[in-house]
Protein backbone atom coordinates (compact mmCIF):
# COMPACT_ATOMS: atom_id res chain seq x y z
CA UNK A 1 0.00 0.00 0.00
CA UNK A 2 1.33 3.34 -0.85
CA UNK A 3 1.19 6.39 1.56
CA UNK A 4 2.01 10.50 1.07
CA UNK A 5 3.75 11.35 4.49
CA UNK A 6 2.53 14.87 5.33
CA UNK A 7 5.63 16.74 5.61
CA UNK A 8 7.87 15.78 8.48
CA UNK A 9 7.81 18.60 10.13
CA UNK A 10 3.85 19.62 10.83
CA UNK A 11 3.03 16.61 12.63
CA UNK A 12 5.92 16.57 14.84
CA UNK A 13 4.15 20.08 15.38
CA UNK A 14 0.84 18.48 16.52
CA UNK A 15 -0.71 19.65 19.72
CA UNK A 16 -2.11 15.92 19.31
CA UNK A 17 -0.43 13.74 17.58
CA UNK A 18 0.65 10.85 19.77
CA UNK A 19 4.14 9.28 19.76
CA UNK A 20 3.18 6.20 17.73
CA UNK A 21 5.67 3.94 16.47
CA UNK A 22 3.89 2.82 13.47
CA UNK A 23 1.60 6.86 12.91
CA UNK A 24 -1.14 5.16 11.55
CA UNK A 25 -4.66 6.62 12.61
CA UNK A 26 -6.76 4.12 10.84
CA UNK A 27 -5.88 0.51 10.32
CA UNK A 28 -8.91 -1.38 8.78
CA UNK A 29 -8.16 -5.01 7.79
CA UNK A 30 -10.30 -7.77 5.91
CA UNK A 31 -12.88 -5.74 7.39
CA UNK A 32 -16.49 -7.43 6.07
CA UNK A 33 -20.35 -6.16 6.84
CA UNK A 34 -23.12 -8.43 5.99
CA UNK A 35 -26.46 -7.33 6.32
CA UNK A 36 -29.26 -9.89 6.18
CA UNK A 37 -29.35 -11.25 2.72
CA UNK A 38 -26.28 -9.06 1.35
CA UNK A 39 -23.06 -7.94 1.82
CA UNK A 40 -21.81 -4.67 1.89
CA UNK A 41 -18.61 -4.66 2.70
CA UNK A 42 -16.50 -7.46 1.77
CA UNK A 43 -12.60 -7.63 3.50
CA UNK A 44 -11.30 -4.13 2.56
CA UNK A 45 -8.08 -3.18 3.72
CA UNK A 46 -6.78 0.21 4.03
CA UNK A 47 -4.67 2.30 6.72
CA UNK A 48 -4.83 6.41 7.10
CA UNK A 49 -1.38 7.81 8.15
CA UNK A 50 -1.84 10.92 10.77
CA UNK A 51 -2.52 13.90 8.88
CA UNK A 52 -4.16 12.70 6.08
CA UNK A 53 -6.41 13.64 3.92
CA UNK A 54 -8.19 10.20 2.58
CA UNK A 55 -10.79 10.01 0.32
CA UNK A 56 -13.25 6.91 0.25
CA UNK A 57 -15.07 7.26 -3.54
CA UNK A 58 -17.34 5.16 -4.76
CA UNK A 59 -20.71 5.08 -6.43
CA UNK A 60 -24.33 4.86 -4.18
CA UNK A 61 -24.05 1.55 -2.41
CA UNK A 62 -20.59 0.73 -2.89
CA UNK A 63 -20.34 0.32 0.81
CA UNK A 64 -19.09 3.72 1.50
CA UNK A 65 -21.10 4.49 4.68
CA UNK A 66 -21.26 1.65 6.22
CA UNK A 67 -17.32 1.30 6.33
CA UNK A 68 -17.58 5.00 7.94
CA UNK A 69 -20.35 3.61 10.36
CA UNK A 70 -18.15 1.06 11.40
CA UNK A 71 -15.30 3.38 11.88
CA UNK A 72 -17.42 5.53 14.26
CA UNK A 73 -17.81 2.68 16.30
CA UNK A 74 -21.90 2.90 15.42
CA UNK A 75 -22.24 -0.41 13.73
CA UNK A 76 -20.30 -3.45 14.49
CA UNK A 77 -18.56 -5.48 12.15
CA UNK A 78 -19.54 -8.97 10.78
CA UNK A 79 -15.66 -9.51 10.56
CA UNK A 80 -11.89 -7.98 10.22
CA UNK A 81 -10.62 -5.71 12.41
CA UNK A 82 -10.65 -1.36 12.45
CA UNK A 83 -8.26 0.49 14.88
CA UNK A 84 -8.29 4.03 15.46
CA UNK A 85 -5.33 5.75 17.10
CA UNK A 86 -4.53 2.34 18.03
CA UNK A 87 -7.88 1.41 19.49
CA UNK A 88 -10.32 -1.13 18.68
CA UNK A 89 -13.48 0.58 17.64
CA UNK A 90 -15.33 -2.46 18.80
CA UNK A 91 -13.79 -3.48 22.52
CA UNK A 92 -12.69 -0.14 23.34
CA UNK A 93 -15.18 2.00 21.65
CA UNK A 94 -15.30 4.84 24.41
CA UNK A 95 -11.67 5.54 23.30
CA UNK A 96 -12.08 5.90 19.62
CA UNK A 97 -15.34 7.96 20.62
CA UNK A 98 -13.56 11.00 22.16
CA UNK A 99 -11.05 10.62 19.13
CA UNK A 100 -13.04 11.10 16.36
CA UNK A 101 -15.60 14.00 14.82
CA UNK A 102 -17.99 12.15 12.88
CA UNK A 103 -20.20 13.77 10.56
CA UNK A 104 -23.10 10.78 8.90
CA UNK A 105 -24.38 11.14 6.00
CA UNK A 106 -27.19 13.30 5.43
CA UNK A 107 -26.16 15.52 8.44
CA UNK A 108 -28.92 14.83 10.90
CA UNK A 109 -29.53 18.06 13.19
CA UNK A 110 -32.00 18.60 16.43
CA UNK A 111 -34.20 21.36 14.18
CA UNK A 112 -35.73 23.14 17.22
CA UNK A 113 -32.31 23.75 18.78
CA UNK A 114 -30.32 27.13 18.18
CA UNK A 115 -27.32 26.96 16.39
CA UNK A 116 -25.17 27.75 19.28
CA UNK A 117 -26.99 25.93 21.87
CA UNK A 118 -26.46 22.86 20.28
CA UNK A 119 -22.90 23.28 19.33
CA UNK A 120 -22.80 23.67 23.51
CA UNK A 121 -24.59 20.84 23.68
CA UNK A 122 -22.29 18.75 21.92
CA UNK A 123 -19.48 19.76 23.32
CA UNK A 124 -20.65 19.30 27.15
CA UNK A 125 -21.87 16.10 25.66
CA UNK A 126 -17.98 15.22 24.46
CA UNK A 127 -17.16 15.74 27.37
CA UNK A 128 -15.47 19.54 27.64
CA UNK A 129 -15.41 21.44 30.68
CA UNK A 130 -17.78 25.00 30.50
CA UNK A 131 -14.38 26.51 30.27
CA UNK A 132 -13.30 25.04 26.99
CA UNK A 133 -16.44 24.86 25.90
CA UNK A 134 -16.86 28.43 25.49
CA UNK A 135 -13.80 28.84 24.04
CA UNK A 136 -14.39 25.75 21.12
CA UNK A 137 -17.86 27.00 20.49
CA UNK A 138 -16.11 30.69 19.97
CA UNK A 139 -13.79 28.93 17.84
CA UNK A 140 -15.66 26.60 15.66
CA UNK A 141 -18.50 29.58 14.90
CA UNK A 142 -15.57 31.25 13.38
CA UNK A 143 -13.98 28.39 11.68
CA UNK A 144 -16.78 27.31 9.77
CA UNK A 145 -18.57 30.70 9.32
CA UNK A 146 -21.31 30.55 12.01
CA UNK A 147 -20.78 33.69 13.80
CA UNK A 148 -23.74 35.69 12.50
CA UNK A 149 -25.71 32.45 12.57
CA UNK A 150 -24.68 30.92 15.80
CA UNK A 151 -28.51 32.04 17.14
CA UNK A 152 -30.65 30.95 14.23
CA UNK A 153 -32.26 27.97 14.80
CA UNK A 154 -31.10 25.23 12.93
CA UNK A 155 -34.54 24.15 11.25
CA UNK A 156 -34.83 27.38 9.91
CA UNK A 157 -31.57 27.60 7.91
CA UNK A 158 -30.03 26.83 4.34
CA UNK A 159 -28.62 23.84 3.69
CA UNK A 160 -25.23 25.17 3.07
CA UNK A 161 -25.44 26.50 7.14
CA UNK A 162 -26.68 23.19 8.36
CA UNK A 163 -23.82 21.65 6.82
CA UNK A 164 -21.70 24.29 8.45
CA UNK A 165 -23.23 23.43 11.48
CA UNK A 166 -22.74 19.64 10.93
CA UNK A 167 -18.56 20.13 10.27
CA UNK A 168 -18.77 22.68 13.98
CA UNK A 169 -20.15 19.92 15.43
CA UNK A 170 -17.73 17.61 14.07
CA UNK A 171 -14.51 19.76 14.77
CA UNK A 172 -16.08 21.14 18.26
CA UNK A 173 -14.17 18.85 20.54
CA UNK A 174 -10.46 19.32 18.26
CA UNK A 175 -11.01 15.33 17.34
CA UNK A 176 -7.80 13.74 16.11
CA UNK A 177 -9.59 11.94 13.35
CA UNK A 178 -12.63 13.52 11.45
CA UNK A 179 -15.11 11.13 9.65
CA UNK A 180 -17.28 13.03 7.22
CA UNK A 181 -19.42 10.92 5.27
CA UNK A 182 -20.87 13.18 2.14
CA UNK A 183 -20.15 16.50 3.32
CA UNK A 184 -21.01 18.36 0.50
CA UNK A 185 -23.99 16.63 -1.31
CA UNK A 186 -26.65 18.71 -2.03
CA UNK A 187 -24.98 21.73 -2.00
CA UNK A 188 -23.94 24.40 -4.92
CA UNK A 189 -21.02 25.28 -6.38
CA UNK A 190 -19.88 28.03 -4.10
CA UNK A 191 -20.82 26.00 -1.29
CA UNK A 192 -18.83 22.77 -1.87
CA UNK A 193 -16.05 25.00 -2.97
CA UNK A 194 -15.91 26.84 0.48
CA UNK A 195 -16.81 22.77 2.72
CA UNK A 196 -13.62 21.69 0.36
CA UNK A 197 -11.52 24.59 1.91
CA UNK A 198 -12.16 24.12 5.10
CA UNK A 199 -11.45 20.00 4.93
CA UNK A 200 -8.29 21.34 3.33
CA UNK A 201 -7.57 23.94 6.06
CA UNK A 202 -7.31 21.19 8.38
CA UNK A 203 -4.81 18.82 6.60
CA UNK A 204 -1.82 18.46 9.56
CA UNK A 205 -3.75 19.07 12.16
CA UNK A 206 -6.55 16.68 11.97
CA UNK A 207 -6.81 13.37 9.89
CA UNK A 208 -9.36 13.40 7.78
CA UNK A 209 -11.58 10.49 5.63
CA UNK A 210 -14.10 11.87 3.65
CA UNK A 211 -16.28 10.37 1.17
CA UNK A 212 -17.93 11.02 -2.05
CA UNK A 213 -19.45 9.96 -4.74
CA UNK A 214 -17.97 12.76 -6.54
CA UNK A 215 -14.60 12.11 -7.95
CA UNK A 216 -13.40 15.19 -8.73
CA UNK A 217 -14.29 16.98 -5.77
CA UNK A 218 -12.19 14.99 -3.79
CA UNK A 219 -9.24 14.84 -6.59
CA UNK A 220 -8.66 18.63 -5.11
CA UNK A 221 -8.58 18.01 -1.57
CA UNK A 222 -7.14 14.59 -0.88
CA UNK A 223 -3.84 12.97 -0.68
CA UNK A 224 -4.57 9.89 -0.86
CA UNK A 225 -8.33 7.78 -2.44
CA UNK A 226 -9.58 4.43 -2.04
CA UNK A 227 -12.32 3.80 -4.77
CA UNK A 228 -15.06 1.46 -3.41
CA UNK A 229 -16.73 -0.82 -5.82
CA UNK A 230 -19.65 -3.48 -4.64
CA UNK A 231 -17.90 -3.54 -1.58
CA UNK A 232 -14.40 -4.23 -2.51
CA UNK A 233 -11.20 -1.41 -2.99
CA UNK A 234 -11.09 -1.01 -6.54
CA UNK A 235 -8.06 1.12 -6.15
CA UNK A 236 -6.35 2.93 -3.29
CA UNK A 237 -3.64 5.51 -4.45
CA UNK A 238 -2.75 8.85 -5.02
CA UNK A 239 -4.77 11.18 -7.38
CA UNK A 240 -1.10 11.48 -9.62
CA UNK A 241 -1.00 7.66 -8.97
CA UNK A 242 -3.80 7.10 -10.17
CA UNK A 243 -4.17 9.05 -13.29
CA UNK A 244 -0.33 7.44 -14.31
CA UNK A 245 -2.38 3.78 -13.61
CA UNK A 246 -4.35 4.68 -16.78
CA UNK A 247 -1.06 4.01 -18.39
CA UNK A 248 0.60 6.67 -20.56
CA UNK A 249 0.39 10.45 -20.29
CA UNK A 250 -1.98 12.00 -21.92
CA UNK A 251 -2.18 13.41 -25.66
CA UNK A 252 -1.08 17.03 -26.64
CA UNK A 253 -2.87 19.20 -28.14
CA UNK A 254 -1.99 21.80 -30.10
CA UNK A 255 -3.67 25.02 -32.06
CA UNK A 256 -1.17 25.93 -34.83
CA UNK A 257 -1.84 28.41 -37.63
CA UNK A 258 0.14 26.83 -40.61
CA UNK A 259 -0.33 24.06 -43.57
CA UNK A 260 -1.53 20.43 -42.90
CA UNK A 261 1.33 19.11 -44.79
CA UNK A 262 4.16 20.70 -43.11
CA UNK A 263 3.03 20.12 -40.05
CA UNK A 264 2.85 16.12 -40.64
CA UNK A 265 6.38 16.53 -42.21
CA UNK A 266 7.35 18.70 -38.87
CA UNK A 267 6.44 15.73 -36.53
CA UNK A 268 6.77 12.84 -38.01
CA UNK A 269 11.07 14.05 -37.38
CA UNK A 270 10.07 14.29 -34.16
CA UNK A 271 10.47 10.38 -33.11
CA UNK A 272 8.75 10.96 -29.65
CA UNK A 273 5.57 11.44 -31.32
CA UNK A 274 3.83 7.99 -31.75
CA UNK A 275 0.88 9.22 -33.80
CA UNK A 276 -0.41 12.68 -35.08
CA UNK A 277 -4.10 13.69 -35.49
CA UNK A 278 -4.37 16.87 -37.67
CA UNK A 279 -7.88 18.47 -38.24
CA UNK A 280 -8.36 21.79 -39.32
CA UNK A 281 -10.69 24.10 -37.17
CA UNK A 282 -12.04 28.25 -37.50
CA UNK A 283 -9.59 30.59 -38.62
CA UNK A 284 -5.64 29.42 -40.29
CA UNK A 285 -5.70 26.54 -37.72
CA UNK A 286 -5.09 23.07 -37.65
CA UNK A 287 -5.44 21.20 -34.37
CA UNK A 288 -3.13 18.59 -33.90
CA UNK A 289 -3.60 15.70 -31.29
CA UNK A 290 -0.17 14.30 -30.72
CA UNK A 291 -0.39 10.78 -29.29
CA UNK A 292 3.44 10.54 -27.45
CA UNK A 293 6.00 7.31 -26.42
CA UNK A 294 5.28 6.20 -22.83
CA UNK A 295 5.84 8.78 -20.23
CA UNK A 296 6.84 11.67 -22.53
CA UNK A 297 6.01 15.14 -22.19
CA UNK A 298 5.82 16.49 -26.00
CA UNK A 299 4.58 19.95 -24.92
CA UNK A 300 7.95 21.97 -25.11
CA UNK A 301 9.02 19.63 -28.21
CA UNK A 302 5.72 21.10 -29.86
CA UNK A 303 6.34 24.70 -28.13
CA UNK A 304 10.30 24.78 -29.75
CA UNK A 305 9.10 23.61 -33.08
CA UNK A 306 6.20 26.64 -33.54
CA UNK A 307 9.22 29.02 -32.26
CA UNK A 308 11.70 27.64 -34.73
CA UNK A 309 9.38 27.84 -37.86
CA UNK A 310 7.84 31.07 -36.98
CA UNK A 311 3.78 29.52 -36.38
CA UNK A 312 1.26 31.18 -34.00
CA UNK A 313 0.20 28.74 -31.57
CA UNK A 314 -3.04 29.15 -29.53
CA UNK A 315 -3.76 26.26 -27.89
CA UNK A 316 -1.14 23.88 -26.10
CA UNK A 317 -2.13 22.02 -23.46
CA UNK A 318 -1.83 18.29 -22.44
CA UNK A 319 -5.13 16.27 -21.61
CA UNK A 320 -5.11 14.49 -18.15
CA UNK A 321 -7.31 12.03 -17.54
CA UNK A 322 -10.04 12.76 -15.55
CA UNK A 323 -10.78 10.62 -12.38
CA UNK A 324 -14.25 10.02 -13.34
CA UNK A 325 -12.27 8.06 -16.59
CA UNK A 326 -10.18 6.03 -14.39
CA UNK A 327 -13.44 5.30 -11.61
CA UNK A 328 -15.25 4.33 -14.69
CA UNK A 329 -12.77 2.44 -16.12
CA UNK A 330 -11.52 0.52 -12.91
CA UNK A 331 -15.26 -0.54 -12.19
CA UNK A 332 -15.61 -1.65 -15.26
CA UNK A 333 -12.75 -3.73 -15.28
CA UNK A 334 -14.29 -5.37 -12.18
CA UNK A 335 -17.27 -6.55 -13.80
CA UNK A 336 -15.46 -7.69 -16.63
CA UNK A 337 -13.64 -9.86 -14.32
CA UNK A 338 -16.52 -11.35 -12.16
CA UNK B 1 -22.53 12.40 34.83
CA UNK B 2 -21.72 15.04 32.45
CA UNK B 3 -23.21 13.80 29.95
CA UNK B 4 -26.28 12.85 31.30
CA UNK B 5 -26.93 16.13 32.69
CA UNK B 6 -26.70 17.65 29.59
CA UNK B 7 -28.71 15.25 27.73
CA UNK B 8 -31.32 15.22 30.47
CA UNK B 9 -31.56 19.24 30.08
CA UNK B 10 -31.90 19.29 26.31
CA UNK B 11 -34.71 16.40 26.57
CA UNK B 12 -36.55 18.19 28.98
CA UNK B 13 -35.87 21.69 26.95
CA UNK B 14 -37.46 19.56 23.98
CA UNK B 15 -40.50 19.10 25.47
CA UNK B 16 -41.00 22.71 25.76
CA UNK B 17 -39.69 24.19 22.41
CA UNK B 18 -42.76 22.51 20.57
CA UNK B 19 -46.38 23.11 21.25
CA UNK B 20 -46.97 19.89 22.28
CA UNK B 21 -45.94 20.34 25.51
CA UNK B 22 -47.40 23.08 26.18
CA UNK B 23 -50.52 21.52 25.07
CA UNK B 24 -50.22 18.29 27.08
CA UNK B 25 -49.99 20.49 30.17
CA UNK B 26 -53.15 22.58 29.58
CA UNK B 27 -55.19 19.49 28.71
CA UNK B 28 -53.83 17.59 31.73
CA UNK B 29 -54.30 20.60 33.80
CA UNK B 30 -58.12 21.07 32.42
CA UNK B 31 -58.91 16.98 33.50
CA UNK B 32 -57.64 17.84 36.62
CA UNK B 33 -59.66 20.82 37.05
CA UNK B 34 -62.56 18.82 35.76
CA UNK B 35 -62.43 16.09 38.18
CA UNK B 36 -61.52 18.28 41.20
CA UNK B 37 -65.13 20.40 40.43
CA UNK B 38 -66.90 16.81 40.27
CA UNK B 39 -65.57 15.64 43.05
CA UNK B 40 -66.89 18.92 45.32
CA UNK B 41 -70.19 18.57 43.52
CA UNK B 42 -70.37 15.17 44.64
CA UNK B 43 -69.48 16.05 48.35
CA UNK B 44 -71.75 18.81 48.39
CA UNK B 45 -74.61 16.63 47.68
CA UNK B 46 -73.37 13.75 49.83
CA UNK B 47 -70.69 13.83 52.84
CA UNK B 48 -68.55 10.99 53.08
CA UNK B 49 -65.85 9.73 55.59
CA UNK B 50 -63.27 8.93 52.96
CA UNK B 51 -60.12 11.60 52.41
CA UNK B 52 -60.67 13.12 49.48
CA UNK B 53 -57.46 12.45 48.25
CA UNK B 54 -58.80 8.58 47.79
CA UNK B 55 -62.19 10.21 46.39
CA UNK B 56 -59.96 11.51 43.49
CA UNK B 57 -59.14 8.17 42.00
CA UNK B 58 -62.80 7.06 41.58
CA UNK B 59 -62.91 9.59 39.19
CA UNK B 60 -61.90 8.61 35.87
CA UNK B 61 -60.25 11.44 34.61
CA UNK B 62 -57.01 10.32 36.90
CA UNK B 63 -56.46 7.06 34.64
CA UNK B 64 -57.30 9.25 31.47
CA UNK B 65 -54.79 11.56 32.02
CA UNK B 66 -51.88 8.59 33.04
CA UNK B 67 -53.22 6.35 29.82
CA UNK B 68 -53.36 9.62 27.38
CA UNK B 69 -49.86 11.43 29.26
CA UNK B 70 -47.76 8.49 28.98
CA UNK B 71 -47.47 7.58 25.09
CA UNK B 72 -47.81 11.66 24.38
CA UNK B 73 -44.68 12.21 26.68
CA UNK B 74 -42.81 8.72 25.92
CA UNK B 75 -43.50 8.49 22.03
CA UNK B 76 -40.17 10.88 21.21
CA UNK B 77 -37.73 10.01 22.74
CA UNK B 78 -36.03 7.20 20.97
CA UNK B 79 -38.07 6.78 18.28
CA UNK B 80 -37.63 10.60 16.71
CA UNK B 81 -34.50 10.16 16.84
CA UNK B 82 -33.83 6.69 15.28
CA UNK B 83 -36.25 8.58 12.64
CA UNK B 84 -34.38 12.00 12.24
CA UNK B 85 -30.52 10.03 12.35
CA UNK B 86 -29.56 12.31 15.65
CA UNK B 87 -29.38 8.81 17.30
CA UNK B 88 -26.17 8.25 15.39
CA UNK B 89 -24.33 11.22 16.21
CA UNK B 90 -25.50 10.55 19.73
CA UNK B 91 -24.15 7.41 19.58
CA UNK B 92 -20.77 8.24 18.44
CA UNK B 93 -20.26 10.64 21.26
CA UNK B 94 -18.65 8.98 24.67
CA UNK B 95 -21.60 8.37 25.97
CA UNK B 96 -23.12 4.89 27.32
CA UNK B 97 -26.47 3.58 26.99
CA UNK B 98 -27.22 3.51 30.27
CA UNK B 99 -26.98 7.15 30.30
CA UNK B 100 -28.86 8.10 27.80
CA UNK B 101 -32.02 5.88 28.34
CA UNK B 102 -31.46 7.29 32.39
CA UNK B 103 -31.26 10.89 30.82
CA UNK B 104 -34.15 10.27 28.64
CA UNK B 105 -36.12 8.46 31.28
CA UNK B 106 -35.89 11.17 34.22
CA UNK B 107 -36.64 13.94 31.54
CA UNK B 108 -40.17 12.52 30.88
CA UNK B 109 -40.64 11.93 34.81
CA UNK B 110 -39.66 15.52 35.24
CA UNK B 111 -42.55 16.39 32.61
CA UNK B 112 -45.05 13.77 33.97
CA UNK B 113 -44.60 15.26 37.68
CA UNK B 114 -44.53 18.60 36.69
CA UNK B 115 -48.08 18.02 34.77
CA UNK B 116 -49.37 16.72 38.68
CA UNK B 117 -48.59 20.62 39.54
CA UNK B 118 -52.14 21.63 38.76
CA UNK B 119 -53.74 19.30 41.20
CA UNK B 120 -51.67 20.44 43.91
CA UNK B 121 -52.97 24.26 42.95
CA UNK B 122 -56.68 22.63 43.53
CA UNK B 123 -56.09 21.27 46.76
CA UNK B 124 -54.99 24.26 48.22
CA UNK B 125 -57.74 26.04 46.81
CA UNK B 126 -60.20 23.77 48.45
CA UNK B 127 -58.35 24.25 51.60
CA UNK B 128 -58.66 27.70 51.69
CA UNK B 129 -62.32 27.25 51.82
CA UNK B 130 -62.74 24.03 53.79
CA UNK B 131 -63.50 24.15 57.84
CA UNK B 132 -62.05 21.12 58.80
CA UNK B 133 -58.21 21.32 58.24
CA UNK B 134 -58.01 18.01 58.94
CA UNK B 135 -59.50 16.75 55.55
CA UNK B 136 -56.58 17.73 54.16
CA UNK B 137 -53.39 16.48 55.80
CA UNK B 138 -49.81 17.07 54.36
CA UNK B 139 -48.83 13.45 54.82
CA UNK B 140 -51.89 12.39 52.75
CA UNK B 141 -51.10 14.84 50.27
CA UNK B 142 -47.24 13.28 50.74
CA UNK B 143 -48.43 9.87 49.85
CA UNK B 144 -50.71 10.67 47.25
CA UNK B 145 -48.17 12.33 45.27
CA UNK B 146 -45.89 9.58 45.88
CA UNK B 147 -48.56 7.21 44.66
CA UNK B 148 -49.07 9.08 42.04
CA UNK B 149 -45.17 9.49 41.03
CA UNK B 150 -44.55 5.81 41.78
CA UNK B 151 -47.24 4.99 39.00
CA UNK B 152 -46.02 7.41 36.64
CA UNK B 153 -42.47 6.08 36.92
CA UNK B 154 -43.74 2.88 36.17
CA UNK B 155 -45.91 4.38 32.64
CA UNK B 156 -42.68 6.17 31.28
CA UNK B 157 -40.30 3.26 31.80
CA UNK B 158 -42.93 1.24 29.45
CA UNK B 159 -43.05 4.41 27.20
CA UNK B 160 -39.54 4.38 27.13
CA UNK B 161 -39.54 0.84 26.60
CA UNK B 162 -41.64 1.10 23.59
CA UNK B 163 -39.98 3.90 22.11
CA UNK B 164 -37.28 2.37 22.32
CA UNK B 165 -38.22 -0.85 20.03
CA UNK B 166 -40.40 0.95 17.67
CA UNK B 167 -38.77 3.28 14.39
CA UNK B 168 -41.44 5.23 14.31
CA UNK B 169 -43.43 7.91 16.92
CA UNK B 170 -46.57 6.49 15.82
CA UNK B 171 -45.78 2.87 16.31
CA UNK B 172 -44.11 3.80 19.65
CA UNK B 173 -47.12 6.02 21.20
CA UNK B 174 -49.36 2.62 19.90
CA UNK B 175 -47.23 0.49 21.57
CA UNK B 176 -46.88 2.00 24.87
CA UNK B 177 -50.51 2.63 25.19
CA UNK B 178 -50.68 -1.00 24.30
CA UNK B 179 -48.61 -1.92 27.37
CA UNK B 180 -50.08 0.68 29.84
CA UNK B 181 -53.48 -0.04 28.67
CA UNK B 182 -52.89 -3.83 29.50
CA UNK B 183 -51.76 -2.93 32.77
CA UNK B 184 -54.65 -0.76 33.79
CA UNK B 185 -57.64 -3.74 32.07
CA UNK B 186 -55.47 -6.30 34.30
CA UNK B 187 -56.01 -4.23 37.69
CA UNK B 188 -59.66 -3.56 36.21
CA UNK B 189 -60.37 -7.62 36.49
CA UNK B 190 -58.50 -7.61 39.50
CA UNK B 191 -61.06 -6.02 40.92
CA UNK B 192 -64.09 -7.97 39.34
CA UNK B 193 -62.64 -11.14 38.97
CA UNK B 194 -62.29 -13.37 41.72
CA UNK B 195 -59.92 -16.31 40.85
CA UNK B 196 -59.37 -19.19 43.37
CA UNK B 197 -55.60 -19.84 43.78
CA UNK B 198 -52.91 -20.64 40.83
CA UNK B 199 -50.67 -18.05 38.87
CA UNK B 200 -53.72 -16.45 38.07
CA UNK B 201 -54.78 -15.24 41.62
CA UNK B 202 -51.40 -14.43 42.43
CA UNK B 203 -51.34 -11.59 39.07
CA UNK B 204 -54.38 -10.54 39.98
CA UNK B 205 -53.20 -9.54 43.27
CA UNK B 206 -49.97 -8.03 42.01
CA UNK B 207 -50.95 -6.08 39.66
CA UNK B 208 -53.86 -4.24 41.40
CA UNK B 209 -52.74 -0.42 40.02
CA UNK B 210 -56.49 0.88 41.44
CA UNK B 211 -55.87 -0.95 45.01
CA UNK B 212 -52.34 0.01 45.09
CA UNK B 213 -53.50 4.06 44.31
CA UNK B 214 -56.03 3.63 47.01
CA UNK B 215 -53.65 2.28 49.75
CA UNK B 216 -51.59 5.72 48.97
CA UNK B 217 -54.32 7.98 48.94
CA UNK B 218 -55.33 6.46 52.27
CA UNK B 219 -51.73 7.47 53.38
CA UNK B 220 -50.53 3.77 53.56
CA UNK B 221 -47.43 3.82 52.29
CA UNK B 222 -46.92 -0.53 51.68
CA UNK B 223 -43.37 -1.34 51.39
CA UNK B 224 -44.81 -4.05 49.49
CA UNK B 225 -46.36 -1.57 46.48
CA UNK B 226 -43.13 0.53 46.92
CA UNK B 227 -40.68 -2.84 45.63
CA UNK B 228 -44.06 -3.66 43.05
CA UNK B 229 -43.34 -0.39 41.29
CA UNK B 230 -39.54 0.38 41.69
CA UNK B 231 -38.48 -3.38 40.20
CA UNK B 232 -40.61 -3.50 37.64
CA UNK B 233 -39.52 0.47 36.64
CA UNK B 234 -35.97 -0.80 36.81
CA UNK B 235 -36.48 -3.89 34.56
CA UNK B 236 -38.51 -2.64 32.16
CA UNK B 237 -35.43 0.47 32.10
CA UNK B 238 -33.52 -2.61 31.78
CA UNK B 239 -34.80 -3.89 28.90
CA UNK B 240 -34.75 -0.57 27.31
CA UNK B 241 -31.27 -0.42 27.90
CA UNK B 242 -30.46 -3.98 26.23
CA UNK B 243 -32.96 -2.45 23.10
CA UNK B 244 -30.77 0.20 22.50
CA UNK B 245 -27.30 -1.60 22.96
CA UNK B 246 -29.10 -4.38 20.52
CA UNK B 247 -27.54 -2.10 17.57
CA UNK B 248 -24.25 -2.96 18.51
CA UNK B 249 -25.17 -7.23 18.56
CA UNK B 250 -26.23 -7.04 14.77
Known amino acids: ?338 | MQAYVTLTRRELGSFFVSATGFLVIAAAAFLQGLSWVVLVAQLQAEPTPLPITQLFYSTPYFWLILQLATPVITMRLFALEKASGTFETLMTTPVTELQVVLAKYTAALVFYVLLWLPSLACVLILRHFINTPTALDPGLLASTFLGITLLGGLFMALGCFASALAHTQIMAAMLSFTLGFTLFLLSLLSGRVTVAGGWQEELLTRVALMDHMNDFARGLVDVRHLVFYLSLTAWFLFLTVRVVESRRWK
Open chain 1, 1 to 338: MFFIRPPAGLVAKLPLARAMSDGLMIEVSNLTKRYAGHTAVSGISFAVRRGEIVGLVGSNGAGKSTTLRILSGYLPASGGTVRVAGFDVFAQSMEVRRRIGYMPENNPLHPEMRVREYLKFRARLKGLSWGQTRQRVDMVLQQCGLVEAQKSVIGQLSKGYRQRVGLADALVHEPELLILDEPTIGLDPRQIRSVRQLIKSLAGRHTVLVSSHILSELEMTCHRMVILHEGRIAAADTPDNLQALMGGRGQVVAEIAASQAELQAAFDTIAEIRHADISPVAGDFFRCALTPQDGVDLRSRVFNLALQRGWPVRELTRQRHTLEDIYVRLTRVEEEET
